[in-house]
């Protein structure tokens, strides 16, 4: 076993880093300290402590070193964090799809961190806040039997399932996410896709595929009048649900670029701050309260 020097060491890294960086450091010790461990000298502290900052350096992953607020949203599930289905696709249109009263029913699952259960429902509470009570939230009960939304743990990144199905749906949560990028979440569970999957999007935006990560191309995908309506509301470069100008850029450049003259002033594509008034209007709209 190793000296008791480097045992304390790995405990205080542990308590600072996330989990992806825990397996980096570990390794870093089993290949540089484990096997042949030397005697706590100077030059061996310094040894270890350079292979913490090392694992404290690796990337989680190459779309959340970016400093974007939506960066954890960016996976390989559909449109990035939006966590398929079966049979889900008929989108924000259909009323069957929409939770009952506007209440969304959920269930904490014990898996998940106490950091993301925190600010889940603070997410929740700003949620309701900000629509003035037309969306709410509830814990389920034993007679909602899977009609609810399992908000669990996830390693890395945040995502959920579009809609109300009648059945079980998720929303998977990793420490990370922010109360601004859970409130995304949640509203992809009210039923609402991404902006920038807008019917009418190619008249205010331009995708660049050129510099989108190849396998990613698919998370730019426009969905049809009959699948999403946009309820008489204009497209908004400032809502909650816009991607980043550089979301799963393969080479720094934007992959969504604003037509000229089309983002109004002051505003931050890609934000995840607070909703749009546009946001509160879309599920006012849809929930008609």
């Not at 694992?55 to 190459?62: I, T, Y």
């Not at 600010?119 to 037309?134: F, N, V, Y």
């Not at 909650?240 to 393969?250: N, P």
Request: include cysteine; hydrophobic fraction near 30%; aromatic fraction near 8%.
């Amino acid at each position: 076993p190793p000296p008791s020097l480097y045992k304390y060491g790995l405990k205080v890294a542990l308590l600072t880093i996330d989990r992806k960086r825990k397996r980096a450091l570990k390794y870093f010790l089993k290949q540089n300290i484990y096997k042949n461990p030397p005697r706590p000298t100077m030059k061996a502290i310094v040894l270890m402590l350079v292979g913490i900052a090392v694992a404290a350096a690796a990337p989680v992953d190459n779309a959340a070193d970016r400093d974007d607020p939506s960066s954890l949203e960016y996976g390989n599930l559909i449109e990035g964090d939006i966590e398929p289905l079966e049979g889900a696709f008929s989108g924000l249109l259909s009323t069957s799809n929409r939770w009952p009263g506007g209440v969304v029913v959920y269930k904490i699952d014990s898996s998940l961190s106490s950091t993301a259960k925190s600010r889940s429902l603070t997410a929740m509470q700003r949620i309701t806040e900000e629509t003035k009570g037309c969306i709410r939230f509830r814990q389920a009960t034993s007679s909602d039997g899977s009609r609810f939304v399992r908000i669990r743990d996830r390693d890395s990144g945040c995502s959920a399932t579009v809609g109300y199905w009648g059945r079980e749906t998720r929303v998977s949560l990793s420490p990370r996410c922010s109360v601004g990028t859970i409130m995304h979440e949640f509203q992809h569970t009210l039923g609402v896709y991404h902006q920038q999957s807008r019917p009418d999007r190619d008249s205010y935006v331009k995708i660049a595929l050129e510099n989108v990560k190849s396998g990613h191309e698919h998370n730019f995908s426009k969905r049809s009048s009959s699948q999403v309506g946009t309820f008489g509301l204009r497209y908004d470069f400032g809502s909650q649900m816009h991607y980043s100008e550089y979301a799963f850029s393969k080479n720094g450049q934007k992959t969504i670029v604003p037509l000229p003259g089309k983002v109004p002033s002051g505003v931050k594509i890609g934000q995840r701050d607070r909703m749009s008034t546009n946001d509160v209007a879309l599920l006012k709209a849809m929930y008609k309260c």
